[in-house]
């Protein structure tokens, strides 16, 4: 499987909906086209939250991976 090397690391464990997806826009906000974020979030509504937003605003969801109570997911930034 690739491995991708995150340019960018959030951890938004303990934090429920819509946190996450909100402090992951702010983070992706901040960072150049191309540049890869590894987001980490304890909460399961992280999945479709997640999938939802890449699809609205284009963009890339690179990798989703479960590890223990963790989600971790892989965002390219497209735009």
């Known amino acids: 499987?690739?491995?991708f090397k995150?340019?960018?690391t959030l951890d938004n464990?303990?934090?429920a909906c819509?946190?996450?997806i909100?402090?992951?826009k702010k983070a992706v906000d901040g960072m150049k086209i191309g540049e890869i974020l590894?987001?980490?979030a304890t909460d399961p509504g992280s999945v479709s939250d997640v999938q939802a937003w890449v699809n609205k605003t284009?963009?890339?969801l690179l990798k989703h991976?479960?590890?223990g109570d963790k989600y971790i997911f892989y965002i390219r930034k497209s735009k």
């Open 22 to 24: 909100i402090k992951t």
């Open 38 to 40: 590894k987001m980490i």
């Open 65 to 67: 991976e479960v590890e």
């Open 1 to 3: 499987m690739t491995e």
């Open 18 to 20: 819509p946190m996450p």
């Open 58 to 60: 284009g963009h890339e």
């Open 6 to 8: 995150p340019d960018v």
């Open 13 to 15: 464990s303990g934090l």
